[in-house]
C-alpha cells in the first residue's frame, strides 16, 4: 500500500461511494464494495492524510474533490463552493482569491515538462497506436485534416496568448461572468487565437489546470489546431464554438436561484432564498469533459444540415449510416486530430480509466446537440424534473443529462442574447442556409425550407427556432430552477419602479436585464436570458 498515492486512494474511495447511492445495487456487490472502502480507509497514506489535516486545519484535494475557490466567478461573493466525493456540495467561507497563471509560469512548466515529458507517464499516448497503416479514415472528403506544421505555436506564441489573456480588458473574468459577452469584438481582435484564448481562459477560471496537471504548451497546441480546423463558414465556425465554450461556461459557474446548495438547505423550509451552482454539483473529469465537448463540438462543420448529407449521399452519411452524420463527424475528427501527435496530449496525466471516461462524456455532450433528438431529450429532462424525487445530483445519469441540456442551451443560445448578439448570430445563420439552397438549386434538389435567398423568411425562420426548439428548452431549465440569476428583494423592486417606472421600463428594453419574476415569499427572481422577458 506504501506505493500508492493518497490522492488515488480518495479517488477510489469517493467512486465507491457514489457507486453506493445506487438503491438497486445487489447487496452482495454492496457489501463488498464496503468491504474494500473500509480496507482504503486503513491505508497508511489516508491516515498519514488525516493527521497532516488535523494539524495544519487544511482540506484534502483529490480529482473527486475540486480544490478550494475552484469556481472563482463568485468574484462578488464571500462563499466558494467545493464538491464531496459523492457529488453534493457544500459550502465553506472563505475568502475568494484570484489567480491567472502568468507567461513566467508556463516557461517554468516548460521547462519542467521538457525534462519529464518523455521520460515518465502514466500511460501510453494514444498517438503511440497510430500507424500508416491502422488510421480510421483515408478518404479526405471524410477526415477533417489540418496542416499541423503551419499552426505550430511556439514557446513565444504561447507565451503571448497568456499575456494578452491577462492584459486585454475583454478577458477578464468580470466580463467573462456575464451572459451577453461580446464575443464578435473578441474575434476582431483575436482572430486567429479566439477559441485557444477562450478555452485557456474558463480552464484557467475553473481550475482545471490545477486539478489535472495540464500542461499549457500542449493545451494550447491542439486547442489551436482544432480552432484551425473549423471551416470558414458563416455560421458554424470558430467564433461559434467559442460563444458555445462560454456558454457552457457561464451556465456551469454562476448563481442559480432556487437551487439548493447544501443538504441543510435542502431540509429547510425557513430559508426560501436558495442560491447554488450547477458546476459545484459535478466531477471534476465531468466539468473538464463539458468544456472540451464544448469546444469540438461543430469541428469542421461544412456549412451544411444533416438532412442535405443524407440527401446527396455525401460519405460522411454513408459513413454514419445517416445517423447523426455531423456530430458524429465532429467528435471523431476532433478526436482523430487530438490522437494524431504527442504534441496534442494535454490530458497525459489522466490514467487509461478516467481517459476512458473523458472519451465517453465528451462524444456524449457532442451528439446531444444533435437537433433531431432535441424534443427526445427535452422531454427526458422535464419527465425527471417532475418526478416526485426531481433530479438526484448523486446520481451520475442525472448529471450526465442536465450536462446535456447544457450544451444544448449553449449550442442555440442566440434568441437569449441582448437584440444586437441575436441579430448579428441570425444574419450569419441566414447566410449560411442560403448557401446551401444554392447548392441545392444547383444540383437539381429542392431548396430546404427557409433557404432560397430569392424568397427570404426571416422573420418566419425565427419564430419558428423560438417556438419550436428554444423556448421549450429554456423554459424547462427554468421550471427546474437551473437557470443563472439573482434574487431582488421585493420591496426595493416595487419601491425603484414607484421612483421611476418608466426608466425601469426603458432600462428592461435596452440594457436587457431580461427579467422573469416569480414571487418566492420576499423576493423576486431574475434572469440574465433576454429571451424570457419577451
Known amino acids: 500500500m506504501a506505493s500508492y498515492e493518497s490522492a488515488a486512494i480518495g479517488e477510489?474511495?469517493?467512486?465507491?461511494t457514489d457507486m453506493l447511492v445506487d438503491p438497486n445495487l445487489p447487496q452482495h456487490i454492496a457489501n463488498g464494495l464496503k468491504t474494500i472502502k473500509n480496507l482504503l480507509k486503513?491505508?497508511?497514506?489516508?491516515q498519514m492524510k488525516k493527521m497532516s489535516e488535523s494539524s495544519s486545519g487544511g482540506t484534502a484535494v483529490v480529482r473527486h474533490s475540486l480544490p478550494m475557490g475552484l469556481l472563482?466567478?463568485?468574484?462578488?461573493?464571500?462563499?466558494?463552493?467545493?464538491?464531496?466525493?459523492?457529488?453534493?456540495?457544500?459550502?465553506?467561507?472563505?475568502?475568494?482569491?484570484?489567480?491567472?497563471?502568468?507567461?513566467?509560469?508556463?516557461?517554468?512548466?516548460?521547462?519542467?515538462?521538457?525534462?519529464?515529458?518523455n521520460n515518465t507517464s502514466t500511460r501510453l499516448t494514444t498517438a503511440d497506436n497510430i500507424n500508416n497503416n491502422n488510421k480510421i479514415y483515408d478518404d479526405d472528403d471524410v477526415i477533417a485534416t489540418v496542416d499541423q506544421s503551419a499552426y505550430d505555436l511556439s514557446d513565444d506564441d504561447v507565451c503571448a496568448?497568456?499575456?494578452?489573456s491577462t492584459s486585454c480588458p475583454l478577458t477578464q473574468?468580470?466580463?467573462?461572468?456575464?451572459?451577453?459577452?461580446?464575443?464578435?469584438?473578441?474575434?476582431?481582435?483575436?482572430?486567429?487565437?479566439?477559441?485557444?484564448?477562450?478555452?485557456?481562459?474558463?480552464?484557467?477560471?475553473?481550475?482545471?489546470?490545477?486539478?489535472?496537471?495540464?500542461?499549457?504548451?500542449?493545451?494550447?497546441?491542439?486547442?489551436?489546431?482544432?480552432?484551425?480546423?473549423?471551416?470558414?463558414?458563416?455560421?458554424?465556425?470558430?467564433i461559434h464554438a467559442s460563444d458555445v465554450l462560454h456558454g457552457v461556461y457561464y451556465m456551469l459557474t454562476q448563481m442559480v436561484p432556487g437551487l439548493k446548495t447544501t443538504a441543510a438547505a435542502a431540509a429547510s423550509d425557513e430559508t426560501p432564498l436558495h442560491v447554488g451552482i450547477i458546476g459545484s454539483h459535478f466531477t471534476p473529469l465531468e466539468l473538464l469533459s463539458l468544456l472540451t465537448a464544448a469546444s469540438m463540438h461543430d469541428f469542421d462543420?461544412?456549412?451544411r444540415t444533416n438532412?442535405?448529407?443524407?440527401?446527396?449521399?455525401?460519405?460522411?452519411?454513408?459513413?454514419?449510416?445517416?445517423?447523426?452524420?455531423?456530430?458524429?463527424?465532429?467528435?471523431?475528427?476532433?478526436?482523430?486530430?487530438?490522437?494524431?501527435?504527442?504534441?496534442?496530449?494535454?490530458?497525459?496525466?489522466?490514467?487509461?480509466?478516467?481517459?476512458?471516461?473523458?472519451?465517453?462524456?465528451?462524444?456524449e455532450a457532442i451528439l446531444a446537440t444533435d437537433l433531431k433528438y432535441h424534443f427526445e431529450i427535452v422531454a427526458e429532462f422535464?419527465?425527471?424534473?417532475?418526478?416526485?424525487?426531481?433530479?438526484?445530483?448523486?446520481?451520475?445519469?442525472?448529471?450526465?443529462?442536465?450536462?446535456?441540456?447544457?450544451?444544448?442551451?449553449?449550442?442555440?443560445?442566440?434568441?437569449?442574447?441582448?437584440?444586437?448578439?441575436?441579430?448579428?448570430?441570425t444574419d450569419r445563420i441566414h447566410q449560411e442556409f442560403f448557401e446551401q439552397g444554392d447548392e441545392e438549386k444547383s444540383m437539381g434538389l429542392p431548396i430546404s425550407p427557409y433557404m432560397d435567398r430569392n424568397h427570404p423568411q426571416l422573420a418566419k425562420l425565427q419564430d419558428s427556432f423560438i417556438n419550436h426548439l428554444v423556448s421549450p428548452l429554456c423554459y424547462a431549465l427554468y421550471n427546474a430552477h437551473l437557470l443563472p440569476g439573482f434574487w431582488k428583494v421585493k420591496k426595493e423592486m416595487k419601491k425603484r419602479e414607484s421612483e421611476n417606472e418608466e426608466e425601469a421600463e426603458e432600462e428592461s428594453k435596452n440594457v436587457g436585464e431580461g427579467k422573469v419574476q416569480e414571487e418566492a415569499d420576499k423576493s423576486l427572481l431574475s434572469f440574465n436570458f433576454h429571451f424570457l422577458a419577451r
Open 12 to 16: 477510489a474511495m469517493g467512486l465507491i
Open 42 to 46: 486503513k491505508s497508511p497514506e489516508i
Open 72 to 117: 472563482r466567478r463568485l468574484s462578488t461573493s464571500a462563499w466558494t463552493t467545493t464538491t464531496s466525493a459523492t457529488g453534493m456540495p457544500t459550502m465553506l467561507p472563505d475568502v475568494i482569491r484570484m489567480r491567472n497563471y502568468s507567461s513566467n509560469t508556463f516557461k517554468q512548466q516548460l521547462s519542467a515538462n521538457h525534462n519529464n515529458h
Open 161 to 164: 496568448i497568456i499575456d494578452e
Open 173 to 238: 473574468l468580470s466580463l467573462i461572468n456575464i451572459w451577453d459577452y461580446p464575443i464578435f469584438q473578441l474575434s476582431d481582435m483575436f482572430q486567429d487565437t479566439i477559441l485557444t484564448m477562450m478555452a485557456y481562459k474558463v480552464f484557467d477560471a475553473t481550475g482545471l489546470f490545477d486539478t489535472f496537471k495540464i500542461p499549457i504548451k500542449e493545451f494550447m497546441n491542439f486547442f489551436h489546431a482544432l480552432e484551425c480546423g473549423y471551416q470558414d463558414k458563416t455560421y458554424h465556425n470558430r
Open 301 to 303: 462543420h461544412p456549412g
Open 307 to 363: 438532412a442535405f448529407l443524407v440527401a446527396t449521399q455525401h460519405p460522411l452519411a454513408v459513413l454514419y449510416n445517416d445517423r447523426s452524420v455531423l456530430e458524429n463527424h465532429h467528435a471523431a475528427s476532433a478526436w482523430n486530430l487530438f490522437r494524431s501527435d504527442r504534441k496534442y496530449d494535454w490530458t497525459c496525466h489522466l490514467d487509461s480509466a478516467e481517459m476512458k471516461r473523458f472519451r465517453f462524456l465528451v462524444i
Open 382 to 425: 422535464n419527465a425527471k424534473v417532475n418526478e416526485s424525487s426531481g433530479l438526484n445530483w448523486t446520481l451520475e445519469g442525472d448529471r450526465l443529462l442536465v450536462g446535456n441540456m447544457m450544451m444544448k442551451m449553449a449550442d442555440i443560445n442566440g434568441p437569449c442574447k441582448s437584440l444586437e448578439l441575436h441579430l448579428q448570430w
